[in-house]
C-alpha cells in the first residue's frame, strides 16, 4: 500500500523550532521527490518546499525564506521539515507529498498524487 504518514506537529511558541516527520512505504522512495505543503484555516493550500530524488531542494522563499529546510534519509523512507524561528502565520496543517512519477520534481500541487494525513502545527504569539 502506496503510503505517507506525517508526524511530529504541535503547539510551540512563537521563535521556537519544531521537525515534522513523514514516513513513506509501498514505493521506491528514493526515486522520488518529496514535498511539503501547509494549509491554514479558511485559506489555499501553499507550497512550504520539495527535496529532489538527488537532494536538490527547493522552498516557497516567501514564506519560509533561511527559517526551514527539507531533508531526506532514504535508508529510513524518510523526509523532514525543520522549521525554526517559527511564526503564528505558519500554523496550518502541514502535509507531506509525493508526485505521480519517479525521477520527477514538479512545481505545481496537481502533479502530486501521494499524500499524508497531515499533521497540525500551531504557532502561539
Known amino acids: 500500500q502506496v503510503q505517507l504518514v506525517e508526524s511530529g506537529g504541535g503547539l510551540v511558541q512563537a521563535g521556537g523550532s519544531l521537525r515534522l516527520s513523514c514516513k513513506g512505504s509501498?514505493?521506491?522512495?528514493?526515486?522520488?521527490?518529496l514535498a511539503w505543503f501547509r494549509q491554514a484555516p479558511g485559506k489555499e493550500r501553499e507550497f512550504v518546499g520539495r527535496?529532489?530524488?538527488?537532494?536538490?531542494?527547493?522552498y516557497n522563499a516567501d514564506s519560509v525564506k533561511g527559517r526551514f529546510t527539507i531533508s531526506r534519509d532514504n535508508a529510513e523512507k524518510m523526509v523532514y521539515l525543520q522549521m525554526n524561528s517559527l511564526k503564528p502565520e505558519d500554523t496550518a496543517v502541514y502535509y507531506c507529498?509525493?508526485?505521480?512519477?519517479?525521477?520527477?520534481?514538479?512545481?505545481?500541487?496537481?502533479?502530486?498524487?501521494?499524500w499524508g494525513q497531515g499533521t497540525q502545527v500551531t504557532v502561539s504569539s
Open positions: 509501498g514505493f521506491t522512495f528514493s526515486s522520488y521527490s
Open positions: 527535496i529532489s530524488w538527488h537532494d536538490i531542494t527547493t
Open positions: 507529498a509525493a508526485p505521480r512519477r519517479v525521477y520527477y520534481s514538479p512545481p505545481d500541487e496537481t502533479d502530486y498524487d501521494i
